[in-house]
């Protein structure tokens, strides 16, 4: 015996499976725009704790370089006062009064040296102690970021997690759907869906306007939406409209 052909739906029950519908795949689209704002985030904030941990990096190759400055400079005074002594000794057994001007001018020289580098240590200590404390706060927010960093990536884990399970059911209520749905209607459906930024195909009237425009309806289409016997779009946006009602929303006297 062949299989009695399925009972074809009213008008307005095509109504409330299109706009169940759109509430399904509605929810569908916000799971998936939260899963797919995360991973960027992810992203983002794991190329900055590189980048942080590139600067810090960059600021102990300055902080060995200075320290290796200061060291040169201290030898360099070491040998600059054993040269003093040296000549001042040998002051004490010149022959002629020029032999103890040449010694005098070189003390004088070993002195002005030594007074350079002292200065230069003195302006490289101090961008050793700039760099410290720029090393300190680098190290403070590579920590800070760490956290944050971490903290994001249990939030994604878990949210894959929770959503891929309810993800599915919805995609397997939205597929039972479509099935008592017409060819023609739901093609129309999604393709409303497609081209509308918020991928509302569906929507109800909300304050004698269109729930997804916002344009005015006059009164009597909306008299025609809450009578359900025809399928009526908005003039201006196209997006199929339903009345509160088939909304889940009694509308108030």
């Known amino acids: 015996m062949a299989k009695k052909e399925e009972k074809e739906l009213t008008v ?12 399904v795949d509605s ?3 916000e799971l998936r725009t939260l899963a797919g704002e995360l991973p960027q985030e992810v992203k983002d904030m794991g190329d900055e704790l590189e980048g942080l941990k590139t600067r810090l990096s960059n600021i102990e190759n300055e902080m060995k370089e200075l320290e290796t400055n200061i060291s040169d400079h201290r030898v360099r005074i070491e040998n600059a006062n054993a040269s003093i002594s040296r ?3 040998q002051q004490n057994n010149v022959r002629n009064n020029r032999e103890y001007d040449n010694l005098t001018k070189e003390i004088e020289y070993q002195t002005l040296d030594i ?3 002292q200065k230069k240590i003195r302006n490289f200590t101090a961008d050793l102690e700039a760099r410290t404390a720029d090393k300190q706060k680098t190290i403070s927010e590579i920590e800070e970021k760490t956290v944050d960093l971490n903290q994001k990536k249990n939030e994604l884990e878990t949210i894959l997690q929770e959503t891929k399970a309810e993800t599915e059911a919805l995609m397997l209520r939205s597929a039972d759907l479509e099935k008592h749905i017409d060819e023609r209607l739901l093609a129309g459906f999604k ?3 497609k081209n509308a930024h918020n991928g509302l195909a569906v929507v109800k009237v909300e304050r004698d306007s269109c729930g997804g425009c916002h344009s005015k309806i006059p009164a009597q289409r909306q008299i025609d939406i ?3 016997k025809k399928i009526l779009v908005c003039e201006f946006c196209g997006r199929i409209l339903v009345d509160p009602e088939i909304g889940g929303e009694k509308k108030k006297k």
């Open 191 to 193: 393709r409303i869906r």
């Open 27 to 29: 929810k569908i689209d």
């Open 87 to 89: 000549y001042k000794e």
């Open 115 to 117: 007074e350079l580098s």
């Open 12 to 23: 307005e029950e095509k109504l409330k499976a299109l706009y169940e519908l759109q509430q």
């Open 226 to 228: 809450r009578q359900r």
